[in-house]
T-cell receptor
């Protein structure tokens, strides 16, 4: 399995508090992604990164920010958590963004509950 | 972006061959077709990818007709451990995989 870890694996927080989720990889892959998965919606891309300090928005980026200061770490921040952000969050990595090598490898997920 | 349509669910029995067809009528010329598998409480796992004709690996086969408007994932002799959700995704340049609802495959004894 690809070396991807996510922390924390489970978190319960209150509405209005900031939350940061961490994704760490040991594969030295250039691309990193954050998805959320909710019942009835499949996986939806929040943000992704194509290099250190290079990020772009996905389809559901409102309310989220990301940062990537090192190749191996990609942080997802909920500035002020809301109940609608209760979800399972997956991090993924890929070697490239196009052509061969673009297959994504997913982490174990973080279950976030906002009360 | 190419939109996909695949059955919401399928049932099968152990030892049978399962074929899951996905339609992607407006797939772009440069798009590859990828399939992912997801078990409960786990992240998706890449299974196979192809551009046209047939691709086979140790897990599955992927059939893509000449017009590339559909693709079929074939799982030979499924077992209970193949029970999962299977996603068909035409690859969008820039790393943006668009996951649909997927097909929930249930394999019974």
């Amino acid at each position: 399995d690809a070396g991807i870890t996510q922390s924390p694996r489970h978190k319960v927080t209150e509405t209005g508090t900031p939350v940061t989720l961490r994704c760490h990889q040991t594969e030295n892959h250039r691309y990193m992604y954050w998805y959320r998965q909710d019942p009835g919606h499949g996986l939806r891309l929040i943000h992704y990164s194509y290099g250190v300090k290079d990020t772009d928005k996905g389809e559901v980026s409102d309310g989220y920010s990301v940062s990537r200061s090192k190749t191996e770490d990609f942080l997802l921040t909920l500035e002020s958590a809301t109940s609608s952000q209760t979800s399972v969050y997956f991090c993924a990595i890929s070697e490239s963004g196009t052509g061969r090598g673009y297959e994504q490898y997913f982490g174990p997920g973080t279950r976030l509950t906002v009360t | 972006l190419a939109k996909t349509t695949q059955p919401i669910s399928m049932d099968s029995y152990e030892g049978q061959e399962v074929n899951i067809t996905c339609s992607h009528n407006n797939i772009a010329t440069n798009d590859y077709i990828t399939w992912y598998q997801q078990f409960p409480s786990q992240g998706p796992r890449f299974i196979i990818q192809g551009y046209k004709t047939k691709v086979t690996n140790e897990v599955a086969s992927l059939f893509i007709p000449a017009d590339r408007k559909s693709s079929t994932l074939s799982l030979p002799r499924v077992s209970l451990s193949d029970t999962a959700v299977y996603y068909c995704l035409p690859y969008n340049q820039g790393g943006k995989l668009i996951f649909g609802q997927g097909t929930e495959l249930s394999v019974k004894p």
